[in-house]
C-alpha cells in the first residue's frame, strides 16, 4: 500500500495528544479514580470484564475533549469530571456491544472481552456500565448534560442498527456511510466536545461551537479508521487489518473502489461483500483494487476536509491552551496514518 504511506509522509498534518494530556493530566486523574470506583460491584464479573477493556491502553480521548473544553471557560467545580468519566463508559459500553455484533476477537491489541467471558457477560457489562454513566449524569443536576449525553446514547445506538442495516449491500452510497458513522462514532466526539462548555455556562454559541468541531472531528477520525483497515497494520488499530472486509462492512474505501470499479470488478465485490467470499486471498485483491482506483488517498482527503472543518469551528473562540490543544487533536487524528 506504498500509494498510501506516499501520501500520509508527504501531506499529513503532524499533531500530538501531548498539550490535551498535560492540559487534563489533574482533572484525568480523578477521572482515572473515579472510572475504578464506579466500576465496581459486588458482582465479581463485572468489575474483571469492565477493567479488562478500561485498562487496555485506550487513550481516552473523548473524556479529555469535556475536561478541556469546561476548562476553556474557567469551570473549577467537579462536575466535569463526572460528565468525562459518564462519557468514557458510554464508549467502553459500546465497545463492549461492537465486539459481540460483529463478533471481533481483539480489541486494542488483545482478546476481546467477548472471547473470554462470552457474548452475554459482554452485553450485560456494557448496560451497567452505561446504567453507571446516566447516574453520574443526573448526579451532576444538569438537565442540559443530562440531555445531550441521553440523545447522544440513543444517536449512537441508532448508527449501529443503521450500521447493521447497510451491512453487506454494495449499493451503499457515500451519503448513507456517513449517515452511519456520523451516528455511531461522531456523536460522542461531539457530545463529549459539548457537555464541557454546558457544565461550564458557557453562551450558546461557544457551545455549538464545540459541538460541530467534535462532530467532524469524529467524521475525520473514523475515515482514519476506515483507511488504517486497508492499509494500516494491527498496532495501528488495536484489532485484526481487513475485519471491516471480513466481516461485510461497506466502509469509504470500498464504496469508491466499488463506484470507480469495471463489471467484472463490481462482481469481485458482491461476491466477498454480499456473500461473504473473504478469504485473505480476496483480502488481498480488495487491497489492490482499492489502491487502483485510489480509494485510499480520497478517503484520506475527505478526512482531512472534516478535519479542516473541526478547524474552522474553532475559529470564532478566542486563541487559548485549550483550543491550541484542540487544534492539534485534529491534526493527531489524521496523522495515526502511517
Known sequence: MGAVTSLAKENKPTGSVKPIVDLTAADMERVNKLILSKAGSDVEMIPEVANHLISSGG???????????????????DYHVYL????????????????VVDESDMRRGKSS????????????????LLGQAFRMMVETGSME???????AAAVIAEGEVLQLSVAKKMETTEADYIAVISGKTAELFAAAAEVGPIIAGAPEAERKALRDYGMALGLAFQLVDDVLDYGGSSADLGKNVGDDFREGK?????????????EDEKAFWRKAIEDGE?????LEKA??????????????????????AARAALAPLPMSAGRHALEEVIDYCIARIS
Not at 468525562?84 to 459500546?94: G, K
Not at 472481552?113 to 451497567?128: E, K, P, T, Y
Not at 461497506?250 to 469495471?262: D, E, F, S
Not at 473473504?278 to 480476496?282: K, Q, R, V
Open 59 to 77: 487513550k481516552r480521548l473523548r473524556p479529555m475533549l469535556t475536561l478541556a473544553t469546561a476548562s476553556m471557560f474557567g469551570y473549577r467545580g
Open 84 to 99: 468525562a468519566t459518564s462519557v468514557e463508559f458510554m464508549h467502553t459500553a459500546t465497545l463492549l456491544h461492537d465486539d
Open 113 to 128: 472481552a467477548r472471547m473470554i467471558w462470552g457474548n452475554q457477560a459482554s452485553v450485560l457489562v456494557g448496560d451497567f
Open 145 to 151: 448534560a443530562l440531555k445531550v449525553l441521553s440523545n
Open 250 to 262: 461497506v466502509t469509504m474505501p470500498i464504496i469508491l473502489a466499488h463506484q470507480r470499479g469495471n
Open 278 to 282: 473473504n478469504d485473505d486471498a480476496a
Open 287 to 308: 487491497r489492490r483494487l482499492i489502491a487502483r482506483h485510489n480509494a485510499l488517498s480520497d478517503s484520506i482527503s475527505r478526512a482531512l476536509s472534516y478535519g479542516e
